[in-house]
């Protein structure tokens, strides 16, 4: 990791819990335990692959951390797995060389399923949580084939394929279990959207339904208020590369706001890079205030950890 220490900060857990042989939060249980990444991609070279999966070994890395705090599930920031390498932030043919598919929510488990057409990373990902028993959640550049699919109002590319900014949700058992395609891009010309925008939510075993989002869809009406008001979702996991302007549009500072405002709890994990004011994470309960968050002018990998509240 470029910045090669990772920092811990713990939030509502006794210190012994660590170290009991502890398990998996219950569905009838009052709580849970979130954990998120404050994340500095590791870029090296020119080469997309090489690069992910160096991000990806990385992100093992702190999903191991994370386990020994029984973290139930662990968010990682966007654009953490596949930093935009100088230059090549909006190249397509540079996109092929390390996008991935990703198949409907619920079909695949890529770690056991040869045939899913997935990218050793994202391969890496789905063995991650399975091998931890951990509900992940990542962020990658996800390519669609659309040659079969365009249509007249919403042509395929001339290259073959959409290319989405895409959160992949995976369960203990390391299965796809929901994906979301950002719909308000910041930019990121390159990027295609979908028509409407995704609902994209999943159960868990410890009685918690998940909605999530990435980054500047916070300021949007849609999908995020449809998650809460029509659909009830009460947890909301955020993957964010934020760039933080003075006075009111500080990463953290936006992100409790929501939180609060909505009184949803809301799992923020950013991309980590103070030279260009990215960086903030934290876990919020609603009405019940801040429970950790990290605001650091310093490169920094942390991860913190806190129980939730139902
Ligand atoms: C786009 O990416 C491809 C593949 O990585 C590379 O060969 C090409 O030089 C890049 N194009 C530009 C304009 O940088
Ligand atoms: C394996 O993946 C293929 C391709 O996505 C899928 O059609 C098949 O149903 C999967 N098999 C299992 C057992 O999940
Ligand atoms: C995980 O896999 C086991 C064994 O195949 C199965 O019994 C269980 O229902 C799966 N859990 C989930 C959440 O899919
Ligand atoms: C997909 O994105 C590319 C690159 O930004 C753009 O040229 C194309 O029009 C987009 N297609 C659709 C249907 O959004
Ligand atoms: C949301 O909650 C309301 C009030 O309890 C209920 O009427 C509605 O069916 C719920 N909607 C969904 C999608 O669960
Ligand atoms: C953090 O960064 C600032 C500005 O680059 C530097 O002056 C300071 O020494 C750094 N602090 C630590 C703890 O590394």
């Known amino acids: 990791m470029a910045a090669t220490k990772l920092s811990i900060i713990i939030f509502g857990l006794a210190i012994w819990t660590r170290f009991t042989f502890l398990q998996i939060s219950a569905a009838d249980a009052t709580s849970y335990i979130g954990a998120v990444a404050e994340y500095y991609p590791t870029r090296t070279g020119r080469d ?14 702190i999903v191991k951390k994370a386990s020994e705090y029984h973290a139930d599930i662990i968010v990682f920031p966007e654009n953490g797995l596949a930093p935009g390498l100088p ?20 079909t695949d488990t890529p770690c056991t399923n040869d045939s ?11 063995c991650t949580a399975r091998s931890q028993s951990m509900y992940l959640m990542v962020n990658v550049v996800e ?5 079969a699919t365009g249509t007249k109002f919403r042509p395929c590319p001339n290259d ?26 910041f930019g990121e010309a390159g990027l295609n959207v979908t028509s409407t925008p995704d609902i994209s939510t999943f159960t868990t075993d410890f009685g918690v339904t998940f909605g999530h989002f990435i980054c500047f869809d916070i300021l949007f009406k849609t999908p ?9 979702i009460t947890d909301i996991l955020y993957p964010t590369h934020w760039f933080s302007e003075l006075p ?3 990463a953290v500072q936006a992100q409790s706001a929501w939180s609060y405002s909505n009184d949803v709890n809301l799992l923020a994990s950013s991309y980590n890079n103070p030279a260009t004011g990215s960086g903030g994470s934290g876990i919020f309960a609603g009405t019940s205030g801040q429970l950790v968050s990290l605001w650091s002018e310093n490169a920094t990998n942390t991860l913190l950890v806190a129980k939730v509240p139902k």
């Open 224 to 232: 995020t208020l449809s998650l809460i008001n029509h659909y009830n």
């Open 116 to 126: 899913t057409l997935v990218s050793p990373a994202i391969r890496l990902m789905s």
């Open 87 to 106: 230059n090549y932030q909006t190249n397509r043919t540079h996109f092929l060389s390390y996008s991935s598919t990703i198949p409907d929510a619920n």
């Open 143 to 147: 390519m669609e084939d659309c040659t």
């Open 160 to 185: 073959g394929y959409f290319f989405y900014n895409t959160n992949v949700a995976f369960n203990r058992n390391g299965t796809i279990v929901s994906r979301y395609r950002k719909f308000n891009l």
């Open 48 to 61: 997309g692959q090489i690069n992910t999966l160096a991000n990806a070994e990385n992100i093992v890395t």
């Open 248 to 250: 009111y549009l500080t």
